[in-house]
């Protein structure tokens, strides 16, 4: 046993050093991780668009680094990124099943759904993901703060049978208070933020995922298929169906209102 960890030991050794010589003649290391720093910052702010940019400025500087094997260091590339961005969730207060949940999801998705021809745009779509899970963690900025308490629990919660009874039950007042305020603030009411949460995250399943509309429909508590189906178009314009097999359509997303209109 011994004997074999250091075989291990003197081969990364070995290898170490291999790689300091050929770096010392290659100068875009100090690039490399100034972009990465920039590529986390705008991840984080959700500019997704200046994202993608760096992570293809990344990939430029990769691709002039390692040649013909740049696919297979690409894919490897995005897997770490992947954990330093779910490490930076968990340091952001997300729930750990949720940071770790969404570890093995981009993981899934680096090995198994990209394509060695495509992997450009496929930097793109998880760029994408990246951003969407990040702006579902952003704190609400309501003023009042049982609504802003609710939201984030609904975003923790979502895969549980949740009720407007049950929430209210959760944060001791009554079903008609916590309706009232929340329409007053969101705009819109507590049913119907709701359904449009579930539609929002069951886009990634339909996308993403080899489930079943049908046990989609059931993850999220919709009555049965045909009233998921309902109202998946009722807010993305098109069916489960239609949304999974025609990749251009892009995802749908409720924006909630930057400012407390109905309290300033």
Known sequence: MQLHQHSISETISKRYFQEID???????????????????????????????KSLHEIIDILSIRFGKQVIKVVRNYFAILSSIVARKLLDNQVPSKKAFAFNLACVDMIENKMK?????????????????????????????????????????????????????????ISTSHLSRIFREHVGITLVEYLNVRRVEESQYYLRHTNKSI???????????????????????????????????HEFYRFEIPEVDLERV
């Open 116 to 172: 060695d021809a495509e992997f450009l745009q496929f930097a793109d779509d998880l760029i994408d993901f990246y951003v969407y899970f990040i702006a579902d963690r952003k704190q609400p900025t309501f003023r009042h703060q049982t609504v802003n308490k609710v939201i984030m629990y609904i975003n923790d919660e979502l895969e549980n049978d949740l009720t407007v009874e049950s929430i209210a039950q959760k944060f001791h």
């Open 214 to 248: 049908t046990s989609i429909s059931e993850q999220f508590h919709f009555c049965n298929q045909s009233y998921f189906t309902r109202i998946f178009k009722k807010y993305t314009g098109v069916t489960p169906k239609h949304f999974r097999d025609e990749l251009h």
């Open 22 to 52: 050929s770096i010392n003649q290659y100068n875009g290391i100090e690039e490399f991780f100034n972009i990465e720093s920039k590529l986390l910052f705008e991840i984080f702010h959700l500019e997704g668009t200046k994202a993608k």
